[in-house]
C-alpha cells in the first residue's frame, strides 16, 4: 500500500496505474467517483482498505493507493466482512461486478442479514466483460450475449430487491455515469450498517457491440425499476460489530476448560494408531474420549477424529485416536496399531483397512462381527456371553486393551475413566470393564 496521496490534486488514485478500462467503459466514470468520495470524506489512506472481486471491477484495487486486497470470484465480501470485524476502524469498500454479485449471492445475503458497516459497490454491466460477454444473473431476457440463448430461459434477477429482503440497511440504485456519483457513494458510506450501491453501466469492450445501451437507456431502466436511494426503514437496527462487541462483553459466564496433569511415567511408549469401528449408540465417541485421556495422564500428545454423523440421533460409527510420545503433526491415520471391530457398520466404513493391516497389528472383533481377510493378529471376544450389552463394548473393549497391554495399561485406563466421569458414572463404567480385565 502506498499511503502517498496527492494533496495537490486532492486524489487517491495511483499515478503508477493508470485505468485501463475500454473506451466507454462506465467503471472508469466509477473509479473517479469513488476517488471523489475519499477526498470528500477525507479518508486517511492507511485506513482505508478496497476488496474487489474477479473481473472488470476486480482492477480498483490496483488505481488507489490505500490498502487492497484481491480475492476469489465471489467472496469479496467475507474478507471485508473479516477486515472490518477485526479492526473496526477501517473503512471498508468492495467493488464486485454482476458476474461475482451471481457467483457469491448467498455471501451477499449474509451481508445484509449481518448489517456489518461496509459498502458494497456493485458495477452491473449486464454480462461477464472480461470473458467474453457471457449472461449473468442481471442480463436482460432479450440480450444478446455470448452464451447463446441461456439468458432466454432465466430472468434476472433485481438484486435490490433481494437485499431489502435479506436485511440490508441501506440501498442506493442508480447509473454509473450520474454527475453526483460521488455524493451518492459518499452517503452510503457514511451510513452505519450495510450499504450497497448498485450503478448501472455500459460494457463497451462486450455487451453494447450487440445490444443498443446508452445513457439515457439506463437511466430508462432505472426509472422502471422499484426506485432506491437511501435507508430502508424497516431494515434499521444496531450495526453488526459493535453489537456482536457489546454482547460478547455481557457474556460472563465460560465453561471451565477440562485440564490433565501428567500422573504417571510410560518408559519406551511408542506411538499407537487406533481405531474403533462401531455403530450408533454404541458411544464410539466417549471410548475414543477415554483413549485419549488415559494417553493425556501417561504425559502423551493426542488427537482424535470421528466420522460425521449426518443425522442427530444416528451417531458416530468410526473413532481414530493417535497416542504419541512426540508432537503429532498430521492427524491422519497411517498404520493402525489396534483396530476394534464391534459392529458391521464401522466395519463396512473402514473395510479397506484390513488389507494392508501388519502381522503384529492387534484386532479386537466381537464374534458376531464379520471382517475382511487380514494379515494382523485377530482376538476374538464374546460379549454377549459375557452379559455385556451393546451399548457398553466399546467401554469394555478399552479394558481388554488394558489386560493386554495394548495402547494403554490398567492404570492409564483406571485414570482415564476417574477424569471422564463422576464417581457414579465411574463406578458403572467400572463394573462393565472389569468383565472384561479379569
Known amino acids: 500500500m502506498n499511503s502517498s496521496i496527492d494533496n495537490c490534486l486532492n486524489t487517491y488514485l495511483n499515478k503508477s496505474r493508470p485505468l485501463v478500462y475500454c473506451p466507454g467503459c462506465t467503471h472508469e466514470n466509477i473509479t473517479k467517483a469513488l476517488d471523489k468520495t475519499f477526498a470528500k470524506l477525507n479518508f486517511e489512506a492507511d485506513k482505508t482498505v478496497i476488496v474487489t472481486d474477479i473481473g472488470c471491477s476486480g482492477l480498483f484495487d490496483t488505481f488507489f493507493n490505500v490498502h487492497a486486497l484481491h480475492g476469489i470470484h465471489g467472496r469479496a465480501l467475507t474478507y471485508a466482512s473479516g477486515l472490518k470485524l477485526a479492526n473496526p476502524e477501517l473503512n471498508v469498500i468492495v467493488t464486485m461486478g454482476d458476474g461475482g454479485l451471481g457467483i457469491g449471492g448467498a455471501h451477499v445475503l449474509a451481508s445484509c442479514r449481518r448489517n456489518i458497516d461496509m459498502t458494497l459497490i456493485i458495477l452491473n454491466n449486464f454480462n461477464f466483460g472480461m470473458t467474453g460477454g457471457q449472461y449473468s444473473t442481471t442480463t436482460p431476457t432479450n440480450a444478446i450475449v455470448g452464451s447463446e440463448f441461456l439468458n432466454q430461459a432465466e430472468i434476472p434477477l433485481d438484486i435490490c430487491a433481494i437485499a431489502k429482503s435479506a436485511g440490508a440497511s441501506y440501498i442506493t440504485r442508480c447509473s454509473g455515469l450520474d454527475s453526483d456519483l460521488d455524493q451518492k457513494i459518499a452517503k452510503a458510506i457514511e451510513h452505519k450498517g450495510f450499504s450497497m450501491v448498485e450503478t448501472l453501466g455500459m460494457c463497451t469492450g462486450r455487451y453494447t457491440k450487440r445490444n443498443k445501451l446508452t445513457p439515457k437507456a439506463i437511466k430508462q431502466i432505472i426509472e422502471d425499476l422499484p426506485q432506491y436511494s437511501g435507508n430502508i426503514e424497516e431494515n434499521q437496527r444496531p450495526e453488526y460489530g459493535k453489537l456482536y462487541r457489546d454482547l460478547a462483553r455481557k457474556k460472563t459466564n465460560f465453561p471451565e476448560p477440562v485440564t ?109 462381527v464379520a471382517i475382511p481377510d487380514t494379515k494382523a493378529s485377530v482376538i476374538e471376544i464374546d460379549f454377549k456371553k459375557l452379559k455385556i450389552k451393546k451399548q457398553d463394548w466399546a467401554l469394555a473393549s478399552l479394558g481388554v486393551l488394558a489386560k493386554n497391554e495394548k495402547a494403554l495399561n490398567k492404570q492409564m485406563l483406571e485414570s482415564a475413566l476417574k477424569a471422564r466421569f463422576n464417581e457414579k458414572v465411574y463406578d458403572i463404567a467400572m463394573e462393565t470393564i472389569n468383565k472384561t480385565i479379569q
Open 260 to 368: 490433565l496433569e501428567k500422573q504417571f511415567d510410560i518408559k519406551n511408549y511408542q506411538r499407537q494408531e487406533v481405531v474403533i469401528l462401531g455403530s450408533a449408540g454404541m458411544r464410539i465417541v466417549t471410548a475414543g474420549d477415554i483413549v485419549c485421556y488415559a494417553g493425556l495422564n501417561a504425559g502423551m500428545n493426542v488427537s482424535i477424529k470421528n466420522d460425521y454423523n449426518i443425522t442427530v440421533l444416528r451417531g458416530q460409527s468410526v473413532s481414530e485416536i493417535l497416542i504419541d510420545p512426540d508432537k503429532i503433526g498430521y492427524t491422519g491415520i497411517e498404520s493402525p496399531t489396534i483396530v476394534l471391530a464391534l459392529s458391521k457398520e464401522g466395519v463396512q466404513r473402514r473395510q479397506y483397512i484390513f488389507a494392508d493391516l501388519k502381522p503384529d497389528t492387534f484386532v479386537l472383533k466381537e464374534k458376531s
